[in-house]
């Protein structure tokens, strides 16, 4: 690293240290922090951050809660609040639950690692750069959204040692919202049709369960869904990128003139709608497969005052060694707003 560029991350770091209200012990030497707890109101900072560098995750609930293990906070869910009570003949009153109307599973905040390096070369490449700080603190951020993404519709698991290498979508690192689905409610998802018991087949010129995209999605809203939610205006319609064309998609443009003020356009729109209700296309979803949902029924949580953080110069490495991590956890608020179909094959039983 040339000498320039040490002076512009050691005052980085030491920025980092009064902005967590670290004292001179939490500093092994110019440049390095022992392992810290990230305060709150810069583990806030850094979640709207999240929010902002995706779409995706702007458009979901990223939600705090206090506790490792608990009930869904229910963010998002409309629930019917009119009611009578006759009270003369002394029945009480009964206020109703905003929350979710089930119960079937709860929360459980896992910490998770994101961990990465700054090479000595990236970092003297940015050190002309007046916005130094800036490159340093965001460079990352992208890639977090991104695996929390991945992590959501493709996450089955939660094992003590991750193995990326055999879990590039990273499988293995927590449990998503489609394994939630799969395992709390798995009345409301469908892998196969009645042709047989791999794949749902969609076809208007031979042996099929649907004759389109259409009337498998009118089947699942008024068979999937809980009647109360099968008239919601904000549902959609996830697909995987095999099952409309290119064409009828178009990239959201939402983004400002500076790349560090860029919104990720992550979520593509489609000027198609199935089954009467909007279409897009998310990343990382599975292809062949169809989620309705709303979008603000999907949730991440994050457990405040878990985050924790240590800045390490390993010369060994030519690097920075960035140490994070923090507890979190996928929630479905209201499974009956949800329904889930798999193993679409676009095409008859042959």
């Not at 709150?40 to 709207?48: F, K, N, S």
């Not at 099952?243 to 000027?271: C, M, N, P, W």
Request: with cysteine.
């Amino acid at each position: 690293m040339q000498n320039r560029t040490r002076l512009l991350f050691n005052g980085f770091v030491a920025q980092v240290a009064r902005l967590n209200h670290l004292d001179a012990s939490a500093t092994v030497m110019p440049g390095e922090l022992k392992e810290f707890a990230v305060t709150p109101v810069i583990e806030q900072r850094l979640q709207a951050k999240l929010q902002v560098t995706s779409d995706f995750m702007n458009r979901i609930n990223v939600v705090p809660v206090i506790a490792q293990v608990g009930d869904r906070v229910g963010v998002g869910v409309s629930r019917t609040l009119a009611s009578r009570t006759n009270t003369a003949a002394g029945n009480r009153r009964n206020p109703t639950a905003v929350a979710a109307s089930d119960t079937i599973d709860q929360y459980f905040c896992k910490k998770t690692d994101y961990d990465y390096e700054w090479r000595y070369a990236l970092l003297d490449a940015w050190a002309h750069r007046p916005e130094f700080q800036t490159l340093v603190r965001d460079a990352v951020m992208v890639q977090k959204a991104s695996d929390i993404i991945t992590i959501g519709f493709n996450g089955i698991d939660a094992a003590v040692e991750t193995d990326s290498d055999a879990f590039p979508l990273l499988q293995d690192v927590n449990w998503g919202w489609l394994y939630k689905m799969r395992t709390y409610a798995p009345a409301r998802v469908m892998s196969s049709g009645g042709l047989d018991n791999l794949k749902v087949y969609v076809d208007d010129t031979g042996p099929a369960d649907y004759v389109n995209l259409d009337a498998l999605v009118f089947d699942v809203i008024q068979n999937l869904l809980h009647e109360r939610f099968r008239t919601a205006t904000d549902l959609v319609v996830i697909v995987g990128s095999d099952l409309v064309h290119d064409k009828y998609f178009k990239i959201i443009g939402e983004a400002g003139d500076k790349a560090t003020e860029q919104v990720a356009r992550d979520v593509i729109l489609s000027s198609r709608q199935l089954g009467g209700k909007p279409t897009v296309q998310v990343p990382f979803f599975p292809a062949n497969a169809l989620m309705v949902t709303s979008l603000k029924n999907l949730s991440y949580y994050w457990q405040v005052g878990s985050a924790r953080r240590a800045i390490k110069d390993e010369p060994e490495y030519d690097r920075i060694a960035n140490y994070e991590s923090i507890n979190d956890a996928f929630m479905v608020e209201e499974y009956g707003k949800a329904a889930l179909v798999e193993n679409i094959q676009i095409g008859p039983k042959v």
